[in-house]
Nanobody, 121 residues
Framework: VQLQAFGGGLVQAGGSLRLSCAAS????????MGWFRQAPGKGREFVSA????????YYADSVKGRFTISRENTKNTVYLQMNSLKPEDTAVYYC???????????????WGQGTQVTVSS
């Protein structure tokens, strides 16, 4: 299973970005697909997750109402739409796949490479 995340970049505060995570090697039926982020000097933080089959979504309190996770079955791709971005959203963002965890990074078996998101004030 390979995950590839892309779509990061530099944006001003209040702006938007959409991250994509393309999966190859298998379909993600019965998986949880998650987004995590890691800022310099900090640990990896849960951002959002979606249960692939049911479409149930989960968010960290810090992004609720600003970020939206979705998936496109035909493209085996998960998206993270990020609106009203703040400087504190600056981090490397990772997508990951899990069969047993939603919010805990330790429960994710497959990780993509990170994509940098930088929000300027």
């Amino acid at each position: 299973v390979q995950l590839q995340a892309f779509g990061g970049g530099l944006v001003q505060a209040g702006g938007s970005l959409r991250l994509s995570c393309a999966a190859s090697g298998r379909t993600f039926s019965s998986y949880v697909m998650g987004w995590f982020r890691q800022a310099p000097g900090k640990g990896r933080e849960f951002v959002s997750a979606i249960i692939w089959d049911a479409g149930f979504t989960y968010y960290a309190d810090s992004v609720k109402g600003r970020f939206t996770i979705s998936r496109e079955n035909t493209k085996n791709t998960v998206y993270l739409q990020m609106n009203s971005l703040k400087p504190e959203d600056t981090a490397v963002y990772y997508c990951a796949a899990s069969r047993r965890s939603i919010r805990s990074s330790g429960g994710y078996e497959n990780w993509g490479q990170g994509t940098q998101v930088t929000v300027s004030s």
